[in-house]
């Protein structure tokens, strides 16, 4: 297998990303967010903190990788020879997030199945899944699926691995995302649950914490701070475009964000489910509110489809920001690294997914899951973002950044890009990192 390989296509490159940042937080948090925020009033802060916040950094990480050709902490040594830590540090922490995020995965894989004879009809909304199946094997089982698959997946490489995989996940969770968009649109009330979802309440804009929430949900949601689109870019072609690929991917991941949102609460909402977000939304509240569909198994099939190839797009862009990183830097064949990151990962899944059944840490089989999500994708990635920002605008030099970004790219930033990263963004960060109400997944 050759080794410092390439994407084949542009096209590729770009799916590649677009499946990284579409994710679970596109399905279970942003809707929700947007109807717990301010209705259609929160677009302003949200895509306020796109523009400023996360297109800035994306852009950052594009470039950084797209110039070097190196993934993240080789990439930030060749930039600053001191930083390289925090690309390491970047690395452990994807690290730390996919060991629980392919747990998800794992349990979406196991709902396709429970949808095909809607297994959970007849019971209690969070008893089927808090008690009967959190505490069985089957998420071990589920778990063990997502990582076989990636093994293949991520073995075949760059261009026969992650941009296959991605070529098929990528347009099957649009088509998917529209059948349930079409489904949830014409059914009676659809006009009640979208009010739900998008009623604008502009007072809601003068409170602090919604602006907040906006700016830190962005990073998680571009993928940024975790090594991924360094990673990604590096295996870009010299002097491939990067503003440009950059808009495309941030706007794809907002709009199908926004999507979500007009099948799942026409869906909720008919389905007599007050909305929530998370964990609660995607296994509790929505397989009840399918329940009352005709055809209530298909379309809660694709929902679990579709989060599965959602998950797995991601999982996999997470598990080559620690392949790529490691390879290059120990010089190590890209099959051997493979092996050992997967399973180091599969260590700390099982872990994660034997919580239940083995009854490890007393009654709650979710604490060690949430324990790593709030500290890993909830304190430690804006801190890391943070780190780069201040990095690359103050001790680097933006604008040498920028001169790069600019030469290779149709689109030319203005100095606009140096005050959005040297200042926005360390404030925007620096703001919600204290005020501890940055981004989760659920
Ligand atoms: N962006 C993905 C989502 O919204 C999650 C993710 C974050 C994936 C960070 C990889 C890295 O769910
Ligand atoms: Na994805």
């Known amino acids: 297998m050759a080794e410092n390989e390439k994407w084949g296509t542009r096209i590729g490159f770009v799916l590649a990303a677009i499946g990284s940042a579409i994710g679970l937080g596109n399905i279970w948090r942003f809707p929700y967010q947007v109807y717990n925020s301010g209705g259609g009033a929160f677009l302003i802060p949200y895509f306020a903190a796109l523009i400023i916040a996360g297109i800035p ?7 950084l990788g797209g110039e070097t050709g190196k993934t993240t902490p080789l990439a930030i040594r060749e930039k600053l020879r001191e930083s390289e830590f925090i690309g390491w540090w970047a690395v452990l922490n994807g690290w730390l997030v996919n060991m629980y995020y392919a747990v998800i995965v794992g349990w979406s894989v196991v709902f396709v199945g ?47 691995g992650l941009e296959k995989a991605n070529k098929i996940f990528v347009p099957a969770i649009w088509v998917i995302v529209i059948l349930l968009v079409l489904r949830g649109i014409t059914l009676d009330g659809a006009i009640q649950g979208l009010n739900y979802y998008l009623t604008p309440d502009f007072g809601a804009l003068t409170n602090a914490e919604i602006w907040i929430n906006a ?31 950059a808009f495309i991917i941030a706007l794809a991941n907002c709009g199908f964000a926004f999507l979500v949102g007009f099948a799942i609460f026409p869906i909720m909402v008919a ?16 397989p009840k509110a399918f329940e009352f569909l005709p055809f209530s198994n298909v379309f809660a099939s694709l929902f679990f489809v579709l989060l599965t190839m959602a998950g797995l797009s991601s999982s996999i862009s997470l598990a080559e920001a620690q392949i790529g990183p490691i390879r290059e ?31 490890l840490f007393g009654d709650n089989p979710l604490s060690l899951l949430t324990i790593l999500d709030t500290s ?46 040297k200042i926005v963004v360390p404030i925007a960060l620096g703001y919600s990192i204290l005020s501890k109400t940055v981004t989760r997944p659920g």
Do not use: C, H
């Open 376 to 421: 890993s994708a909830t304190y430690t990635l804006p801190i890391i973002a943070f780190g780069e920002a201040l990095i690359f605008g103050w001790v680097y030099g933006i604008d040498k950044i920028r001169t790069y970004v600019n030469s290779v790219s149709d689109y030319t930033m203005g100095t606009w890009f140096n005050y959005f990263l």
């Open 57 to 63: 950094v994306l852009i950052l990480e594009l470039g």
């Open 114 to 160: 429970f949808s095909l004879t809607l297994a959970w009809q007849g019971t209690e909304l969070s008893n089927f899944f808090m008690n009967n199946f959190l505490n069985s094997w089957l998420p071990v089982v589920g778990v063990i699926l997502v990582w076989i698959l990636q093994y293949f997946i991520m073995k075949a490489g760059i261009k026969e």
């Open 215 to 245: 700016f830190g949900q962005i990073y998680f949601t571009l993928s940024v701070a975790l090594g991924i689109m360094i990673t990604y870019a590096s295996y870009l072609p010299e002097k491939s475009d990067i503003t440009n690929n």
């Open 271 to 286: 389905g007599g489910i007050e909305p929530t977000s998370g964990i609660g939304l995607a296994f509790m509240a929505l």
């Open 329 to 359: 830097k120990l010089t190590l064949k890209r099959s051997k690294t493979v092996s050992y990151v997967i399973a180091i990962s599969l260590i700390g899944s099982l872990i994660i997914a034997l919580e239940g059944p083995l009854g």
